[in-house]
């Protein structure tokens, strides 16, 4: 054997060293994942601390069965309300309607809503802390003979196999790889075109607030109530602890939306006086002005963010991947951001985990997996969001019209098939236990899931029947072929994962 082959079979038996920029949701969703596989990993964000921005977040069925594969979902339950319908007021503060989620006997899942910090601080805690490097913003990357390197502000340099770009809606690891790509004349045209605006949003979380003035705030349950207004909305969500996640929103027109195109639509502290006036004399629809919501909340943690949509058609190039907003920024009427962001990861880990070596032919083939199994969901879920953007937010006539027939004419079923789609799509890790089904509605099988459980998933969503005697044979089925080969998996990982953690080197 000459010393060429053996450091190619060397080569061949290692885990890849994985570089995630971004310590967002999708970034740190990631680096759970990979944690549970024991892939090396690091994680590099620009921001020198956290910051708690945000406000209302909704996660359900599409993601909460991989919080429960991950011992997550308890935590989730402790700071979340479901949530079973969004009501619409009018201008004149009557209840034009309501729009009702699928139960959760149909989905087996609630639909889960809370303040987006406490998600941050969950996820946050899960990774370790030698994992993130904090104060990294990353402005340069490339790959060089089977490497891939990145290059930060500070000057420093890190080297791995795989680059994932988890950097957020203005994705400065999407604009190198476009930059290769153009250069190339491989870049489709459609991803040359800027984010189209829709919205400019301002939202906040107003401290805890007197139940005996908002009894909302009583409630076991979220209250989404919506108030429309001449290109206006506003939105109070009652979350526990007594305190109300605001949103208030401004739609522009096409012009004003051209008009904002330099802007920086990034989500940050800029608390806008202007904004906050044109809102604060209006009624709340639980009593009082929305200016008593909003001068409850601590300024430094209100944000204002012009609300855009891109779907981008290119999500990798050579060693180097994109997830969430990087590839697919949604507008927020459907609260799909997170959970697409969160479903990329559970999809490219278990794409990456199931490569035989690390060679640069492999990666690229496991991202074109990965972009197999995750394009047309990614992109529904897009549609959807748009969708019910202008159901909820929309204020232009045929938006209105639309809402009209929605909420008063649309019979149940049709809600229901609009809501099948989302909730029958559920990416698990397919090295863990599955979670099972314990709703009604059929399942999609999972690419990645070996072909026994993937049957057996697939029945025990058709039989709703004999759900109990189906339950103990998943489980069964989960904790004996799955379990067995997670052991084997998992020990065979960290012996290796010790051995490779020094492939993510500092240059
Ligand atoms: C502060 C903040 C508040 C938000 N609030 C809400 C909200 O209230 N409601 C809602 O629906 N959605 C909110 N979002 C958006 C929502 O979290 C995302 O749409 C969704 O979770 C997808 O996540 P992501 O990981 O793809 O991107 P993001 O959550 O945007 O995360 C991207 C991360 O990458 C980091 N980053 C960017 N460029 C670089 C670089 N060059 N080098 C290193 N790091 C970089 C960013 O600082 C950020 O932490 C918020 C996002 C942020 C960042």
Partial sequence: MTAAQVTLQQQQSRRPGILIVGAGLGGLFLGIILEELGHPYHIFERATEVRPLGSTMALGPGILPVFEQLDLLKELEKFALPCHSVEIHNANMDLFGSIKFMERERSGYPNLLFERPDLYDLLLRRVPKDRISMGKKVLRTEEVSGRVYIHCADNTTYEGDILVGADGAYSGVRQSIYRELMKKGMLPKSDHEDFSVANISMVGVAEKQDPKKYPQLNDKQANFSTTLGHMKTRTVINIPDNRICWT???????????????????????????????????????????????????????????????????????????????????????GLGAVNAMQD????????????????????????????????????????????????????????????????????????????????????????????????????PQDDIGSETKADMSKSRFKIKSKSKNKSRNKEQDQGYICEQVEKEKTKQTMESKKVDDHLLIV
Wanted: include cysteine.
């Fill in 345 to 444: 990861a559970v999809v490219l880990a278990n794409c990456i985990s199931k490569m035989s070596d690390v060679s640069p032919q492999n990666i690229t083939a496991a991202f074109g997996q990965y972009y197999k199994q995750r394009y047309r969901h990614a992109l529904y879920s897009f549609t959807m969001s748009r969708f019910w953007t202008k159901m909820t937010y929309g204020q232009t006539w045929s938006e209105r019209l639309l809402r009209q027939q929605v909420v008063n004419f649309t019979p149940e079923w049709v809600y229901f098939m609009l809501y099948f789609k989302t909730a029958s799509y559920r990416p698990q890790i397919a090295w863990l236990p599955l979670a099972e089904n314990r709703g009604t509605v059929r399942i999609l």
């Fill in 248 to 334: 208030i929103n401004i739609q522009l027109s096409k012009e004003e939306a051209k008009a904002q195109h330099f802007r920086n639509s990034e989500w940050g502290p800029e608390s806008n006086e202007k904004m906050i006036k044109e809102f604060e004399q209006l009624p709340c629809p639980w009593g009082g002005t929305m200016g008593e919501i909003i001068h409850a909340t601590p300024k430094h943690l209100i944000s204002k963010v012009f609300l855009e949509e891109k779907f981008f058609k290119t999500w990798y190039h050579g060693q180097t991947v994109l997830i969430g907003d990087a590839c697919h920024k949604m507008l927020p009427g459907a």
